[in-house]
């Protein structure tokens, strides 16, 4: 069984800097690629950002490029989102996803809350 937990959510200033962790355990090892998603109250999940343990390779959404920053330690089997320059506008609960495959992300995270405050 593949669990993922987040941590490093939080209350910030604009302007300021956070790093989320999402550590995975299980069968990790067959990982297509795993990402960071965030959802605010009313609205739909968005996809922030992605990298394939295999290689690294990253896609980044447009809204948190240049600010966002997703890397990985494979060692430790997790996930990290550097996120630098907040915005009250990235308040929102950030997921971290694994998939085994193209297409749908198959695993799931808890959420960690961010909170940036103006």
């Known amino acids: 069984q593949v669990q993922l937990v987040e941590s490093g959510g939080g209350l910030v200033q604009a302007g300021g800097s956070l790093r989320l962790s999402c550590a995975a355990s299980?069968?990790?090892?067959?990982?297509?690629?795993m990402g960071w998603f965030r959802q605010t109250p009313g609205k739909e999940r968005e996809f922030v950002a992605s990298i394939t343990p295999i290689g690294g390779s990253t896609y980044t959404a447009e809204s948190v490029k240049g600010r966002f920053t997703i890397s990985r330690d494979n060692d430790k089997n997790t996930v990290y989102l550097q996120m630098n320059i907040l915005r009250p506008e990235d308040t929102a609960v950030y997921y971290c996803a694994a998939r085994w495959g193209p297409g749908e992300y198959d695993v799931w995270g808890q959420g960690t809350q961010v909170t940036v405050s103006s």
């Open positions: 299980g069968r990790t090892f067959f990982f297509n690629a």
